[in-house]
């Protein structure tokens, strides 16, 4: 091959690629769209709950660390969960703050002599408490050893047989835990079950629970609802469909606590933890040809902080893309595998071409075109073609999940509401998806020199929890 | 080639489809818009049905004679949900008001029009209605009984539906409307249906004759083992536990499925069964000896205290909890006897059970 030959298939294959990525996750709407038809028809008439006693109860964990700001408001509002019978374990993580103090006094909390039960590796315990005040509320103090090493102590303590991850500054709704449970009660081949997140800011919260629903104020996070709508809602919805789910948020997601503890519960040497499990869990039932199911719910249950600064947001999303390439690294053996089924054959191919190497063709893509066309090498044309691909095929996808939310949940409902998420969508093809591509190549590039993980610093504004 | 360009015509297939691409963009950003207006009418239309019938269904409700139009298909249908909502949210004689205010606006007929609807949300609203205003019993100026019978003959095929959430409406709406006629038919059913989860049924079938719920669970229990075994003894657990004992043990006999042992071991608490209870205790599966254990901590005797105490060292947290447990709660046992036995028993995993549950104890 000469090198303008070269050229030119290196010019054709980036737009094929944009394409290409674009078309994969147009499938996948127009899958969730059939879904969603049949899940809404399904579950639109909300039958009366009489509690029989035989609801599986839930253990819901609250990993806490350096939360003494917060920690009261989020433990008082998951305390007022509608649902016959849960309990609450915080796991403080080894806080050097004084959370653990706040908790002691907020909810007289005391020693208690607990038969703890070690079934996964975790850090020392350092004393299980119980609230005099709340017999359904715990308390595990244990030294730090990070988010999963205090969700597998927790699941280690916790009584019954599904448990529920909650991140401590998660915004429930009262019948969040009914909704995302229903999926086990409906078959018994469920093993886990995730909530669909949104994204809190702009919203009203009062008492802990959300009361009216907003967009936010500024671009930053309004720009992550609609890439919230596009890649993690009815994307996963059309997975779901296939039993080929790979990620369910750590901020929401019920678990079969037996079926985490059989595959070894979190790792705690990985960023994207909960993305982890997932996919271990999808490989080791897989191969192990067990019937299983992975759920997920697309009611809008759980709602979060999106970062307001482009530093935060930037961390987070670095953090994601290490968290992605952890995942799919250490589940290799699912990929292709014979047994693999969807999650093997699809699911893990799509996210391993469409998401975890896609920042470096996407970026690669970008700087190509750009200096190609500096140094003469791409035509005009071609250039102009590569943008109104990366921009029509963009805004078809944002457009395609606005699409979706109105038929379905429709949870803004104003009309100016509606008249932003429209603009948002045009607009954040023009810098902010790029953006986010360039910081998952940073984030993939890391994960590849193997450069040391950290979370950063989410800077909150959690107005909600500090006025509760 | 040095550079490619929109002559080539792969290039040219890629601008065409960017072209429809950026089409079929606006063309979806108009279909929002107009699923929008289209939403906000409907809603200022439901908004002013609303506003017309709220207050006549609650006077209703309240047991007034209220002087109504009938409704229209399209009222009807709009009006329903909040009318099934209504309905859930009251009790006593202000139900029988409100079913007899649905049947004379005419809200008996649109649902009844809803069932042979192919939408599922709209034949779950009609079997849900239908389960209120048939269940209502006699309006015996309008043939009420033929009515009911109707109903009952319409929605009888819908409890074989495949779609679980249907056939559990079509089952509750049944029971409702005539459970005598209903158990027979249903309670096999759901013994069998996997996908009917006991957390629906149970709250179903307390509200039915358990005299008849007995006599239905005593004719099927002879045909079924398995899952279904242990459904139907799941079923039982809402009889009284002296109804139910004799089938415990009939399935504990017949059966070595875990579950259904498990199943069999919570009704068991007569005393006389204890020497049955007792030979579960060493099973090599930990949900059968859990309940085991606890089903002897119904019927112990002082002889079975050293089964319990070796309960503690069970290999399973569960088991050597309820082991704890099941001793606690022992009327010949006491505090003073639990603290003795936490400081000689050697094993740990005892001693923690035993120190949780007296912490327990103290701090009921």
Redesign the interface.
Known sequence: MNF??A??LT??GF??YF?AIHSGYLLLNLIALLTMR?Y??????Q??R???????PISLLVPAYNEEATITASIRSILQLEYPEYEVVVINDGSRDTTLEVLIAEFRMEL??????QQLDCKPIRGIY?S?LFPNLRLIDKENGGKADALNAGINGARYPLFCAVDADSILQRDSLWRVVEPF????TVIASGGTVRIANGCRVEGGFLTEVGLPGKLLPAFQVVEYLRAFLFGRMGWTALNAVLVISGAFGVFRRDRVIEVGGYRSDCTGEDMELVVRLHRMNRLARRPYRICFVPDPICWTEAPETLKVLKSQRIRWQRGLSESLAMNRGLLFNRHGGAPGWLAMPFMLLFEWVSPLIEVGGYLFMLT?FAF????G??LA?FF??AL??G??LS??A??LE??SF?IYTK?RQ?LAL?GIVVLENFGYRQLMTYYRLIGLWRWAIGSKASWGTMTRSATWQRNS | MASATLSDPLLHGVLISALVVTALTFVLLIVIVLLRFLFTRRECRLRSILDRWRPLLTRAAAGEVVDAPQLDAIEGELLLPHWNQLRESIRGESEASLDAFAHRIGLEGIARSLLASGNTRSRLLAINTLGHIGAAGAFEEDHGIERTLRDVATLEPLCLDNNTIVSLAAARTLLRLDSTWALPRLVPLMVQRADWSMVRLIPMLRAADTAQLELVLADILPRVEGSALERLLLIAAILPQDRTAHWARMALEKSTDEAVLAAALRLMGDPRDAPIVRHYLQHPSWQVRVRAVTALGRVADAEDLPRLIAALSDPEWWVRLRAARALARLPFIDHEYLARLCETVSDRFARDALLQVIAEERTA
Do not use: K, T
């Open positions: 303008p030959d050229l030119y010019q054709v737009l094929i394409i049949s809404l028809d399904q579950h639109s008439l039958l009366p009489a509690y029989c006693g035989l609801e599986p208690f002599p607990e038969a703890y039960r119980r005099r009660l409906e078959d018994p190609g003469g090498v791409v035509s044309e071609v073609l109104l691909v029509s095929f805004m078809l457009v395609s606005l699409l109105e038929i429709r009309p509606l429209l």
